[in-house]
């Protein structure tokens, strides 16, 4: 077990180091990119990246407070699944209901790494190996995609 000090600094290192691994790479549209805080433009519209001890995940997190409008926003996505799916490579994990670490409702598509363990240190190539071909491909959807959700802005 790591201490409260000892875990935050391994998540800010493994953080740092992915950033750092991302930051030449350009976005799908050939601008630079902050890879870690991923600006998709549209409000309650995120992509977010989670590891610790047990998994790691990437996802399309829904977070609008209105449950009526984060429905919409998922069957958007919904309608778009073929394309995130032929964009990525890979059937991703639908949840219309889901909840943020601190128990608000969200909606996630998501992929999974488990077991993975961000507190070890030889883990960390895998977690690299994991997030960044998917991010990039997130990118390339998003790229296309963010369009569809004009009408929502």
């Not at 601190?102 to 960390?124: C, T």
Request: net charge negative; aromatic share 16%.
């Amino acid at each position: 077990m790591y201490s409260k000090i000892e875990a935050a600094h391994l998540r800010q290192a493994f953080w740092t180091t992915f950033g750092q691994y991302m930051q030449p790479v350009p976005s799908a549209e050939g601008v630079p990119t902050n890879w870690i805080n991923y600006k998709t433009g549209l409000k309650h519209v995120y992509f977010r990246l989670h590891a610790d001890g047990k998994q790691a995940r990437i996802a399309i997190e829904i977070t609008h407070p209105d449950a009526g409008l984060r429905e919409l926003f998922f069957e958007q996505f919904r309608e778009l699944k073929a394309m995130l799916e032929e964009t990525t490579g890979e059937a991703w994990t639908w949840a219309p209901e889901a909840e943020d670490a601190n128990g608000q409702p969200i909606a996630r598509i998501y992929q999974e790494l488990v077991p993975a363990n961000l507190f070890n240190r030889d883990d960390w190539p895998r977690l690299i190996s994991f997030f960044k071909p998917r991010l990039m491909a997130l990118d390339e959807f998003w790229s296309t995609a963010q369009y569809a959700f004009e009408e929502l802005r």
